[in-house]
């Protein structure tokens, strides 16, 4: 186990310029590592008393290594992150390193508000095991967050990170969208490997795929609803919380559009917005767990302040499977 | 040329219980007319005093012949149709109809802000010869639009409505989004056909596709930014402003999507998003209008209160040509 | 009665340099009227087969005519102008003329999309009666209805009338907010005698009374919700659909303001803000000419699309009167 | 200073129910603090390397000290709060409570996203001195962020919170607005004492304070732009950053609204409406602090990544407060 002392150095560490040697660590920077394929956007399980239930992840983690994901990605919006205390964030992390095999990626989520946490969070996050990180765009004060401002920040946590950096961008969390323009500058930073883009505007995201081009950068869609419509504009991964609970599916709906088989993938993409919408948008977190606790994963309590559905929710969630033949 | 007194006429014939005369006419309840295809969304032109040039308009529409287009699309938002008197209206769409061939759909714009006017409008285009209308929904008092009041609207046209009825969503314009259970009601109507949907998002798309799915419901693009992303999920046709000036590329791209050519098809998409977009969101139908006079079409001003682009526009308008390589 | 045909001329007369001696007829510009005071936005009447009931307009007028108002808007958005034919339009505003006091001022809505359609309308609402025109922002194309843009409207609009211009930002209808740097601008035309803000950001409504202090300039609160927080800021009128069915109290609520009778004032405000939220964006016509017949005037129906209420929409309407002591 | 090793202790007392003790510490609950007047929301001065700047800080708050304020509001949205560590937080308010008189309240924000550690901050800044605590909207979530669940997250923090709690609803930075119903439950709550706003929608304003009447709670106004209007209809306290650059002149207009000297009150308050909009929405944080520069106190950096501004919108900044006679 991780105690905060680890985290406690790595920040001794920076401020003694510990930023070259990091680098050092794990020669991230100019390593690109391809980030394509498919990954569920893990849940942090909690007891009924709140904490976090390490048994449950590991159980999860075994049902969902049966599928052909690339890898995992933790700490992301559905993994709760903005409730875990930094120590926590590392444990799990650390935590599920040791559960995966090695040739899955473990892509965390590293982004704070200020600069310095999210650089200290990402060095933390490479030192137990992290492939990659993640990084939200800081929103509290979305009102100055001007492309240079967001290129300032994205700059500073790749020339730091050992490890290869993932702009997440994901307005309906943030009230940001990262501007294209931002996109097209960072694509350059040897460092930036790709984008998780969650906002779904399609436009948008041919835009970035046709702007970056020539970079080695590659744009993942952020969530199950608009995988198909991504993929036909070249999008070349998906992250989303879907795929905890229809695993299968998602890597099948990947395959097809990778393999060129439009029109299968076309109904079982219909077969999806739904039951993604209702795990997302509609139901939130407390609706993805509930789904999972259906599945045969173990999907549990939320931390408040998220509230469990409703039972009027809960069946309305039901139905958005069961029409779709999954349930 | 058609006078006021013509759409007086029908309005008097409408409270006299026309509609079921007027659905003798071309008997079109029942009729349904496939409107697959790509459509180029007119522009209207204005001579330097701000008069509708009936000649340019030929002009135009002589060039866009060339193309196989599957028909035009006549005022729609690009078409100006806010600042056009209902005589204009239709005397504009009476003109088209004598200047294309027979087998290319002519597809009016009737949507007015009430119910009464809409369907008036809808009666005098089949009258001076349109094919379908199209309707987009009414906004001012969008805090009452329901779903409700929606369906009730659209009922309303479908039902007196001697010729097929496309519904319009174009929330860039109306600050409304047609709900999609909305649409899922309507499109069982037999005399609604499909629908435009100008708001790109393309989950909302897809899902729209996937839940009319056994109805005879078409659904096309309403900007060619997304037109590739659209056909993915199923959508049969588009309709937008940029057919205007890249008219051979805009059906050349929907050719690559029917034949399942997706790189090529993806290749061609990417260049056209900046140019989609600075013809529509960016600098709107002023910008249409000066690429138009670019690519040898009659672009020509606009009514007031749109305004002339400032040089500074007109050099970013030019770049976004350009730098795809189309200019 | 005023048929289609005075509008016709007006609009020959327009293009034939009409301008300068429309300008004659009632020595409007130059000429600025006081509009401070309290104003219903008056509804229109409709029977139950959608005609306009004069009859009933006229009843309701002679029961308003017993406070103390300043004078009537007709064809604000509670109006339902966007229903209306221009000849209804003339109409009602020609018959209202007939029925009120002389020295009750008529703001006659003459706002359309198209700068020379808003010109033709203004003219001839001073030709049937109107002591001043509220002119809405133009909105369809609200991507482009830049500062330039609605300046460029205004000024022609205001350059044309012969009687005063009222400035009217709504942005719940229009979703567009008239710029502070526009209104300041056109505050220094000697035709345009203020505004009538409905958005309720009461820190831009200080904003514009600060700034156009220096001249002839009368800011209007378009909503009783925050009228005492106008007047705090030195508005010096209010219009709003309120005023139909609690004019007394609007006009003590002013009165109370204006005699700086504070806390009484305040008491007063505060029992209005519901059932003035309920007879706008909460139930918006409907729900005001339900609360009509409730109150002793008639308000009937709506014209399609707007939809009757639903019988608990009607309840909540109810205790949003009854439980501040109104019903 | 205080260690880290504090907050450690209050996390594990608080899993052995030392929330029955905490309450005995300053017997919280139940004893209702008069939060009415004047406040600056604090900045939190950094040196050149971002690190905290206690001296500067106890410069600034000798300074401010000679204006009548009835206390501080630390880590408001205006301090940083986001980009502090929960060390530094505590050692904020720590210092500052040392420094500034103790008939001074010390209002220190408590705000996180989980209820917990909103829970586990609030009774570390009880134990570090402050009087009350603010406690901004938790909004990562703000889906599914309810009135019922934000009523649940409030309660939690109340229940537990030796010392009263002020509500914090500030849509700019969270994109959420704490719904009127929810405000009105928690006024019941005996540990809640108040609320701070800073939506600036004076009708909501009004209407909040009419429905918790009967209550012992207070409504201050969240910003200087909108002081007048919100005393106007009832609020009784503001807390802005203004106060930190013209404290002289924002007390002065409290008390000119609270003597009744509203055509003073007026003119002053428009003076400081440009002033405030510059250093909240125009130019945020970075904004503020320049201006502290200018007027006396030390501003200096913020932390990453909030940007420094250009030389224009500094120019733009000087403008703002220059036309208004305050430069």
């Known amino acids: 186990m991780l ?23 794990a020669s991230g ?80 989520g590293s982004g704070c508000e200020s600069t310095q946490t999210t650089v200290e969070m990402t060095l933390s996050m490479a030192q137990v095991g992290a492939d990659a990180v993640i990084v939200v765009t800081p929103c509290y004060y979305r009102g100055r967050m001007s ?71 590659k744009v993942l869609a952020g969530s199950v609803g608009f995988l198909l419509a991504s993929y036909a504009v070249g999008a070349v991964g998906n992250i989303g919380g879907l795929a905890n609970v229809l695993g299968a599916q998602v890597c099948q709906l990947e395959r097809l559009c990778l393999t060129g088989q439009w029109e299968a993938a076309q109904e079982l993409q219909h077969r999806l917005i739904e039951p993604n919408t209702a795990v997302t948008k509609r139901f939130g977190i407390p609706g993805l767990k509930k789904t999972m606790d259906w599945f045969g994963y173990y999907g549990g309590p939320c931390r408040a302040p998220l509230q469990e559905l409703s039972p009027a929710e809960e069946e309305a969630l039901r139905v958005d499977f069961s029409s779709n033949g999954w349930l």
């Open 3 to 25: 105690g905060p002392g680890v985290w406690a150095s790595v920040r001794q560490g920076l401020s003694k310029g510990l930023s070259r040697n990091v680098r050092g660590w």
């Open 147 to 217: 492309s240079a401002a967001l290129i300032h920040h994205y700059t500073k946590v790749a020339d730091l990170s050992p490890i290869p950096v993932v702009l997440y961008s994901v307005p309906a969390n943030t009230g940001l969208d990262l501007p294209v323009d931002a996109v097209v500058t960072l694509s350059h930073h040897p460092n930036i490997v790709g984008m998780k883009d969650s906002g779904g505007d399609i436009t948008r995201i041919g835009l970035i795929i046709h702007k970056t081009r020539k970079q080695d950068f």
């Open 29 to 108: 920077v100019g390593r690109k590592v391809d980030i394509s394929g498919t990954y569920p956007a893990l849940t942090t399980p909690f007891t009924a008393t709140s904490e976090i239930d390490y048994g449950k992840l590991e159980e999860n983690l075994h049902k969902l290594g049966t599928f052909p994901f690339r890898g995992f990605v933790v700490q992301g919006s559905t993994g709760e992150f903005p409730f875990l205390t930094s120590t926590e964030r590392l444990e799990v992390v650390s935590r599920i390193r040791q559960i995966i095999p090695k040739d899955k990626l473990l892509i965390a």
